[in-house]
């Protein structure tokens, strides 16, 4: 797996980078220490994973996902930082970000790399528990999900997406085959003009 890896710590990164080469299924393409190399790089090395701190001097990680997703809306940008806050969190699923973990789950960040280079979002389990609570601070109004044409049956699969099933566990508790669970899914994306099954969560807590 090629990864870029951007942190305003140059030792941080140089320690990601060796303890990440050393387990011999990742290549550190690139290092960068703020958001604007962070475009810079994605550009040319075109990775298979962004890993990126959000906090750094003059552009952030959030602005620079903006813009590399911007431009190439199939990045996997995983977000690693210090910081669980609640403000960034949202901003980073509202991107379309694949995932946010902290520093301190270190152990994770191999599998979470894997995951997210193969198209998975994946989230620490610190933010997983607080999902509802933190989008739920949303002040926008309740969203008529009929008007946009979702069927119960689509709510129902939105619903299960949301608390983080698969689609083989959302084929299982509503008698569907996985086929049809990915044909829904498509349709409930392009309804709602969402990206990934990472928006569709926010879209759910923040408006259903």
């Given at each position: 797996m090629n990864l870029?890896?951007?942190?305003?710590?140059?030792?941080?990164?140089?320690?990601?980078?060796?303890?990440?080469e050393a387990s011999g299924e990742i290549r550190v393409l690139g290092m960068g220490k703020d958001g604007a190399e962070a475009v810079a790089l994605y550009g040319q090395c075109q990775p298979n994973v962004l890993l990126m701190d959000i906090r750094m001097d003059g552009m952030s990680g959030l602005e620079a996902a903006r813009k590399i997703l911007g431009t190439y809306p199939e990045a996997k940008i995983l977000f690693l930082t210090t910081f669980l806050d609640d403000a960034y969190i949202v901003q980073a699923l509202r991107l379309g970000a694949k995932g946010y973990i902290l520093k301190q789950d270190f152990e994770c960040l191999l599998p979470a790399l894997k995951a997210v280079a193969q198209g998975q979002s994946v989230f620490g389990s610190e933010i997983i528990t607080r999902l509802p609570d933190f989008l739920a601070k949303d002040s926008h109004p309740k969203y008529g999900y009929h008007a946009k044409g979702i069927t119960d049956k689509e709510?129902?699969?939105i619903e299960l997406v949301a608390e983080g099933c698969s689609n083989r566990e959302i084929a299982g508790q509503l008698f569907l085959s996985e086929g049809t669970v990915r044909?829904?899914?498509s349709s409930i994306l392009e309804k709602l003009e969402l990206r990934d099954r990472t928006q569709l969560a926010v879209f759910y807590y923040q408006n259903l």
């Open positions: 870029v890896i951007v942190d305003d710590d140059p030792f941080v990164s140089q320690s990601l980078k060796t303890i990440l709510l129902d699969i044909n829904y899914l």
